[in-house]
């Protein structure tokens, strides 16, 4: 019996322990969370270095008010958008609903099931996964690719322009202008505010410096009307090789942040590979250009020409030493061939005598002018293993027509600019372009069987359509093609033919000055007649 009536007693004991065990956890909890840190100025700069006043802290309080401000601005934006893109989807799955449950229409909730999500958020995320985005995509031609447009806080450079628009305009219109606003406004929020994900060490925040809309340097974006809109925004410091690239996506509802990354671009060397036969003036205003752009300004290249024949050769060899002296510059490799000029086969070899590895390659033209903002171009917009850069060069038009009124042709550094009756972008060239080396070689590099012009740079292209890289298309406002007069000759394929043909007849002068042209004879003539009807009048 005695044994029998210390049960319940042990149990109260047991559950007395436990209590004061869970009491003493609590208040041993309690002064953890209210002890202050051993090192108090690991918690409040200052305190442990160089003392800061009260201007310091006020400054302090001030920058993070203003920034949790801003911080709650865009998210107030981004909420009201998801909750209208919600009603939105909601109303469309409601319907859809409803069409389900009609009778007759049964097999309709199968076969839409995995093409109308229930969850919102699955649906945007699912449109950045049928993007290009993060892969490439296998595409039949050169034509299926949806080329990028490029733009500036103030200007955007587009493809698309009839006959109306112009190469390079401002967005007039109120609805691109505030997208464009939006989109730099939302990708300076994301770089300022950075999560976990995006990689960056957050400074004490009186150290770190704010990027604001001037360190804006160049965006892309391009439409694909089955997906969204997709933004790369490139953001750099004034003097810094260092750039800020944030890629945004518009599944065709509120911006969705892809990724934030650093891109340094101090250590990338462009190899610019250039193939020549004879040309020797135009190869000396090209060094002209080079020795501005690339050597006293950029400093990171190598330039590799590759010459065919012996005509010339001397004096191109001469020309390149005269450089080296002048500039001290010893970066170039200049590589004799004696064959017939083929473009490719001069790319090939000269993308082949790089010995050091991997280096990004430039192919470019003897008749190219470019500044440093196409070098930085492509060294953002290529990535070995990813994506290669095919710039659409602006052409320029014959300076005899488009400067006819006046006396003489203005120096060629005045004939840069992007205007209708100057010059077109040559969007059906594809010669122009960065590429690592790496890719070139994996890609299978030209087909050397095709010589003569033209038809090698779209196969190249085509090839790399048709892999899993990454094509970026977009015009470059520094990179022009100079005029030059064309000579189609008649060995030519009739393809061959055909495209040089073309390019001879879109690179002579625009629509309205080749009318002129056409139609001289009729306005001289009425010229004639108000001449003499004005005659007519002042003799009475």
Known sequence: MPRRGLAPQGRARWLFLGLFLLLVL????????????????LVLPGLGGEPYGKDYYQA??????ERHLSRATSLKRQIAQLKQELQEMSEK??????????????GLSDTNKDQEPGDLLEYLHSQIDKAEVNTGARLPSEYALVPFESFTSSKVYQLEMGLTRHPEEKPVRKDRRDELVEVVEAALDIINNPDDEDGVEDDVPMQRQLYTESHFTEGLYRTERDKGTLYELFFAK????????????????????????SVETSGVV???IVPLAG??????????????????????????VVYFGQEGLQEVKSSLEKLSREES???????PVDEEFSRG?????????WKRGDVLMFFCDVDIYFTPELLNACRLHAVPNKKVFYPVVFSLYNPAIVYGNLELAPPIELQLIHKKDAGFWRDFGFGMTCQYRSDFLNIGGFDLEVKGWGVEDVHLYRKYLRSELIVIRTPVSGLFHLWHEKQCADELTPEQYRMCIQSKAMNEASHSHLGMLVFREEIEAHLRKQAYKTQGKSED
Request: charge should be neutral; charged fraction near 25%.
């Open 26 to 41: 609590l208040l041993f909890a309690y002064l953890l969370e209210c002890t202050p840190p051993a090192d108090v100025s």
């Open 60 to 65: 302090l309080l001030q920058e993070q008010d």
């Open 93 to 106: 799955l409601k319907a859809l609903q409803e069409k389900k449950e009609l009778p007759g229409v049964q």
């Open 238 to 261: 004034e003097e810094s090789s260092s750039f800020r690239h944030v890629t945004l996506f518009r599944p065709f509802g509120p911006l969705m942040k892809v990724r934030s990354t």
């Open 270 to 272: 462009i190899n610019i």
């Open 279 to 304: 040309r020797t003036d135009t190869f000396s205003q090209f060094l002209h250009s080079f020795r501005e752009v690339c050597i006293q300004q950029d400093r990171r290249v190598h330039l590799t």
């Open 329 to 335: 510059f010893s970066n170039y490799t200049l590589v």
């Open 345 to 353: 086969r001069g790319l090939d070899i000269g993308a082949r005598a």
